[in-house]
């Protein structure tokens, strides 16, 4: 990867935790995603699941519909998701569906990922990079896990 990419990937996933922390800051599981095309955010998401009352709100899902919204297609071929926490099966579906580009991880989630799966779950055109800003957004996780617990 080109240094460019990495500080552009970086970037978005700053972007993607700021969303996770308004999650957080709402009580919901702290996960934040975004769409990017042409390097501007076209779609905006973070989990919402306990205020909406839909088991379906998850940040991935928010900001696909967002960006299918503003480029008036259901397809994001151009398009890359960054997203702070690993998809789960549901929203690797919905990123199949849309062909996304690009799929870009901060942490890996060891129970409840689409990695678990041992068919691949992307669209055979999406590159997959992992691992950007996983420790900021694994802290998150952790810290409201544990204050859930007490």
């Avoid at 960006?67 to 071929?77: F, Q």
């Avoid at 409840?112 to 900021?136: D, N, Y």
């Amino acid at each position: 990867m080109d240094i460019q990419a990495d500080i552009m990937d970086h970037y978005f996933m700053e972007e993607a935790l700021a969303l996770a922390r308004k999650a957080y800051e709402e009580g919901e599981i702290p996960v934040g995603a975004l769409v990017v095309a042409k390097d501007r955010i076209i779609g905006r998401g973070y989990n919402q699941t306990e205020r909406l009352n839909d088991v379906t709100a998850h940040a991935e899902m928010i900001a696909i519909t967002a960006a299918a919204d503003h480029v008036g297609s259901k397809y994001l071929t151009d398009c890359t998701l960054y997203v702070t926490l690993e998809p789960c099966v549901m929203c690797a579906g919905a990123l199949y569906w849309t062909q996304v580009r690009r799929v870009v991880v901060g942490a890996q989630d060891e129970k409840r990922g689409f990695s678990k799966i041992k068919q691949p779950l992307l669209h055979p055109k999406t590159k997959l990079v992992t691992g950007i800003m996983a420790m900021e957004s694994q802290e998150l996780l952790l810290k409201f896990f544990r204050e859930l617990r007490t």
